[in-house]
């Protein structure tokens, strides 16, 4: 089995910066993309950001120029680094790996639980 633990999140206010992490533990042969998700309230889930093995990386418009994803392939660990939040930014946000768990296996995906961002104005 894989875990996916994240960490991080809290009440900020706008302009505020926070650091999620996310560490994955457990049956891991290898990762590959990583993610951060989020949903808002009465929204869908929505991708922030995603990360490959090999470090490139995508952002949705919203969050370009304002949140860097990065990874330490050492630890099995994800960070999303918010800078100049809006209350906009207020979600749950999830963790989403692409893990295998043996070099015989196809990539599955995981969750984490999520945490919950809250940013006031």
């Known amino acids: 089995q894989v875990q996916l633990v994240e960490s991080g999140g809290g009440l900020v206010q706008a302009g505020g910066s926070l650091r999620l992490s996310c560490a994955a533990s457990?049956?891991?042969?290898?990762?590959?993309?990583m993610a951060w998700y989020r949903q808002a309230p009465g929204k869908q889930r929505e991708l922030v950001a995603v990360?490959?093995?090999?470090?490139?990386?995508n952002y949705a418009d919203s969050v370009k120029g304002r949140f860097t994803i990065s990874r330490d392939n050492a630890k099995n660990t994800v960070y999303l680094q918010m800078n100049s939040l809006k209350p906009e930014d207020t979600a749950v946000y999830y963790c989403?790996?692409?893990?295998?768990?043996?070099?015989?296996?196809?990539?599955?995906?995981?969750w984490g639980q999520g945490t919950q961002v809250t940013v006031s104005s």
């Open positions: 990360i490959s093995s090999g470090g490139t990386t």
């Open positions: 457990g049956s891991i042969f290898s990762i590959n993309a």
């Open positions: 989403n790996a692409d893990v295998r768990t043996d070099g015989r296996r196809l990539y599955r995906s995981y």
